[in-house]
């Protein structure tokens, strides 16, 4: 390494951010929202993608999503007034045309373009009305010069927050970047290159000067795809530092002790098993049988349960609380959202109040008086299981004697809030045992980097008589068509979803559009009864629309993704996405979940905006010739190749910064045999990899 100047400073790790130039309290609280508290912190705070401003884009290659930098001739400006004032600009380059779209503007503004004027724009592509458009793009007048809209370089865009801008977390990386430079704070490079694959041994200082400031000459398109070294160099390093973690929790977990819960052959869980109107698959007894294994031996299980959407995982997961509850001890079960807490409340309390086992909901939204009370009943061990969200690992719930943790979704949490429950229960060398449950189909190599320090079960059959969900890919030109197929369900006394996806930027937006669309739908479905529900109802209001529909009374849902995870209605057997094109398959896959769930064939379709962009057409190619998990899995992977658009790095298995376990899976055998020896010969480096991409949220000493 290059030698260094006596450093002034202390190393980056323990340098504040409030040593950066205009930090001060305020802005260093926004920072710690993006768990940034040292210089370090901010110098692994890796850019999420890039634009790119280096050329300019033939306009007929355009394609929705994208951002670009077009260069153009106006060819025709024009005022409309619909339900909303614009002023629409048509800009052609020789090769396709392309609409910029304002609503903000004045004369002044809307004078500035002429026919026969050349600019540039840069903005993101979407689908309008008539094509492709760009609402409010960057603007270059003058396209001679150099130019604000192109600046001819990558432009790093970061995860940022409220009140913190690009522009400032740009300037602040800057200036932590040029520290290191000047060793003002060292930061030493703890992995040993010999560790590192060949072709990647770029020097840690380096790789990140080059991701967040690729000077010019950069392999841009090597950059965008995530295949430049300096990336996969830190992308290694990042899987690396989670391999450890993984290591680690694993051999603190083993040293823990755990209760034993005995098989008892009439037990609760006996019990409940055949009382249910139904017979558990195979699967479901296999994995059951897993299960209890672990739970009868004397160290904390840490089982993953992997199984499609409609396998059957929960009541994998109540047959597990009742072995702990029939053994004296208590069930905690988190599960992502609001919605699907409730619903796993309603089905532990339907299956276990006969077998006299009281089940409470721990909601954050609760009455102080209600809240009381079932902490209370929790605390003195009168309440068996608990079913909340997080809120269930609050400082104020405490429980008389937890012997299992159920994670619903896993996906949905991170490896932080995973640990803090399970840090509840954890009294002196005792911990309870862990039961994770994830509908994400993972390959196995995956598996092991995101889950290393768990056991793998899978319930890789669905109950009998699922006919597979039919699916169709429908242009929202044919909606009447789909109207006439919602009535005709509807008639025949069974119950559908109307799913509106993320076609505004905004939360807030997005469930005005759902109160819109269920204001329409209402209006051409005379003697349908319609319900809506989005994230930003009341919650008692939620509970309310999922009651009725779950009864029947309505039979027209409209909703937000807020239906993505678990909600289980098996009467509803149609359901119907809109701007289907706009979803990955993952999340395309869990919706369809919602369907399918009992016996009537059911059906789904996916309707699209016109035109369609390759991998969007293929993505929906694939919903409509599979609805095996796995399948879609190995086919998401496949379309994840290098060509498609960044920001896919979130695949719901990791919070990573800058690796993509699709992605940079060919690193995965390395980073396993790098694991291993770093943990062996050097300790103190893993601790310090772990700590830089990890963080600190992980206290693994008192787990
Ligand atoms: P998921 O694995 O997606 O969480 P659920 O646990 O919600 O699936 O189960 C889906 C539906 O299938 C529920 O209505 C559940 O009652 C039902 N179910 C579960 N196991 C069986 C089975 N062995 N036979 C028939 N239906 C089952
Ligand atoms: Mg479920």
């Known amino acids: 390494m290059t030698a260094r100047p006596a450093t002034a400073g202390a190393a980056a790790r323990r340098t504040p951010v409030t040593a950066l130039r205009g930090v001060g309290p305020a802005l260093a609280e926004r920072l710690a929202r993006l768990r940034i508290g040292s210089v370090q912190d901010l110098l692994f705070h890796l850019p999420l993608r890039y634009q790119d401003r280096t050329r300019f884009h033939p306009i007929g290659s355009l394609r929705p999503r994208a951002e670009a930098l077009v260069r153009g001739t106006v060819e025709h400006v024009e005022q409309v007034q619909r339900r909303r004032r614009a002023l629409l600009v048509t800009l052609a380059d020789g090769t396709g045309w392309l609409v910029l779209r304002f609503f903000h503007f004045n004369l002044r503004f809307a004078r500035r373009f002429q026919r026969g004027q050349s600019l540039q724009a840069f903005g993101e592509v979407r689908a309008g009305p008539t094509g492709l458009e760009m609402v409010h793009p960057e603007l270059e007048f003058d396209p001679a010069g150099q130019t604000a809209a192109g600046t001819g370089r990558l432009t790093p865009v970061y995860p940022a927050t409220e009140g913190l801008t690009q522009r400032t977390l740009q300037r602040l990386v800057a200036e932590a970047l040029e520290g290191l430079r000047k060793g003002r704070w060292p930061l030493p490079d703890r992995l040993p290159p010999a560790l590192l694959p060949e072709g990647l041994r770029v020097p840690l200082e380096e790789a990140l000067g080059l991701v967040h400031a690729p000077p010019p000459g950069t392999d841009v398109a090597a950059l965008l795809e995530g295949s430049h070294p300096a990336r996969r160099r830190l992308a290694f390093e990042e899987l690396l530092a989670h391999q450890l973690a993984m290591v680690r929790l694993r051999c603190l977990a083993r040293r ?287 509970d309310r629309v999922m009651g009725a529909f779950k009864e029947g009374a309505i039979q027209l849902l409209v909703a937000t993704t807020v239906i993505e995870v678990g909600v289980d209605v098996p009467n509803a057997s149609l359901m119907i996405i809109e701007n289907a094109e706009r979803l990955g398959l993952a999340q395309l896959h869990q919706l369809r979940g919602r369907v399918g769930r009992g016996r009537a064939r059911s059906a789904c379709v996916l309707l699209y905006r016109p035109p369609l962009s390759e991998v969007a057409r293929r993505r929906l190619q694939a919903m409509r010739g599979t609805t095996d998990g796995f399948e879609i899995a190995r086919i998401d992977l496949e379309l994840r190749g290098p060509g498609e658009v960044l920001g896919t790095r979130q695949t719901g298995l990791l919070d990573l910064r800058v690796a993509d376990v699709l992605r940079d899976h060919d690193l995965l055998p390395e980073v396993g045999r790098a694991a291993h020896s770093l943990s062996r010969a050097d300790p103190p480096a893993a601790e310090a990899l772990i700590e830089r991409w990890v963080g600190e949220g992980v206290h693994f000493g008192e787990v």
């Not at 997961?317 to 072995?323: F, G, S």
Request: aromatic share 4%.
């Open 256 to 542: 823990h002790r755990a209760p034993s819960f005995p098989a008892r052959p009439a037990g609760l869980a006996e019990r409940f098993l055949a009382s249910l109107p139904f017979e558990p698959t195979p699967a479901q007894r296999r994995v059951v049988g897993e299960i209890f294994a672990d739970l009868q031996r004397p160290v904390p299980m840490l089982r993953l349960v992997q199984g499609d959407v409609g396998s059957g995982k929960t009541v994998v997961a109540a047959a597990a609380c009742l072995r702990a509850v029939e053994a004296g001890f208590q069930a905690a079960v988190m599960a992502p959202t609001e919605l699907l807490a409730e619903q796993h409340h309603g089905a532990f309390h339907r299956w276990m109040a006969p077998l006299g086992v009281a089940v409470v909901r721990v909601s954050g939204r609760q009455s102080a008086a209600g809240r009381r009370a079932v902490r209370e009943a929790l605390e003195t061990g009168r309440a068996a299981v608990a079913v909340g969200t997080h809120a269930l690992f609050q400082e104020a719930v405490r429980f008389a004697r937890l012997g299992l943790v159920v994670v619903d979704e896993q996906h949905r949490f991170g490896v932080h809030q995973r640990l803090a429950l399970r840090r509840k229960g954890t009294e002196g060398a005792t911990a309870p045992h862990q039961l994770i449950m994830t509908a994400t189909p993972i390959p196995r190599t995956l598996a092991m980097t995101a889950y290393g320090d768990l056991d793998y079960s899978v319930i890789d059959e669905l109950p009998p008589g699922r006919a597979p969900v039919q699916t169709v890919v429908v242009p929202d030109t044919r909606r009447d068509e789909v109207l006439e197929r919602v009535s005709r369900a509807c008639a025949a006394g069974r119950q559908a979803y109307w799913v509106c996806t993320l076609v505004e930027e905004s939360e807030a937006l997005q469930c005005q559009a759902a109160e819109e669309t269920a204001r329409r739908l209402a209006e051409a479905l005379p003697g349908i009864s319609v319900g809506l529900v989005h994230g930003r109802m009341p919650p008692a209001e939620k």
